[in-house]
């Protein structure tokens, strides 16, 4: 079965060092991953995803992800946060080899951005 | 382009009432899908629609059940409430091009979500 962990119930850090939260997947075959941002009472905002191609993916607000197949991962990364990037931010995976839309998602990382 | 928007954003229920909730995608989406999200129990697929038609389903009771409009509206109905049905329901939306791959690679875009309080 599909299933995306993360680890890390929160991450912690000091406005302007960079983050990263962490996301591991367990899919037969090659992956769809997603990156979504969730505010208080609203919902999820999509960031980034990963198809195919460049390892490295760029997506909104300056966060980027890595594809790390050999690690089965898929990390979220921002160079420099922001107090505004506090959020829930989950990973997910759509099963390949089908037609459908549905997600997996990952439980979730609270992301505290301090000033 | 307008995002996907739901309706209401909160409603109150008793147990044993139903509900029906409401979901238009985003202008062109074709499919729209529905998420239940809980504290417990996170982001859990409830069914996903296209053309009108039920073309995936979660792990879910039968009290669940949902429909699309030929417009590509869709609606969710939840029958005999009970008090953990109280959650966040997300309704997503994509374009869903035709053809296998173009399809399963077009992103998901979410409404903001009803908030349903079970009394």
Sequence with gaps: ?115 | KAGVTQTPRYLIKTRGQQVTLSCSPISGHRSVSWYQQTPGQGLQFLFEYFSETQRNKGNFPGRFSGRQFSNSRSEMNVSTLELGDSALYLCASSLDRTGAKRGRTDTQYFGPGTRLTVL
Aim: some cysteine; hydrophobic content about 35%.
């Design chain 1, 1 to 115: 079965a599909q299933s995306v962990a993360q680890p890390e119930d929160q991450v912690n850090v000091a406005e302007g060092n960079p983050l990263t939260v962490k996301c591991t997947y367990s899919v037969s075959g090659n992956p769809y991953l997603f990156w979504y941002v969730q505010y208080p009472n609203r919902g999820l905002q999509f960031l980034l995803k990963y198809i195919t191609g460049d390892n490295l993916v760029k997506g909104s607000y300056g966060f980027e992800a890595e594809f790390n197949k050999s690690q089965t991962s898929f990390h979220l990364k921002k160079p420099s946060a922001l107090v505004s990037d506090s959020a829930l931010y989950f990973c997910a995976v759509r099963p390949p080899n089908t037609g459908f839309q549905k997600l997996v998602f990952g439980t979730g990382t609270r992301l505290l951005v301090s000033p």
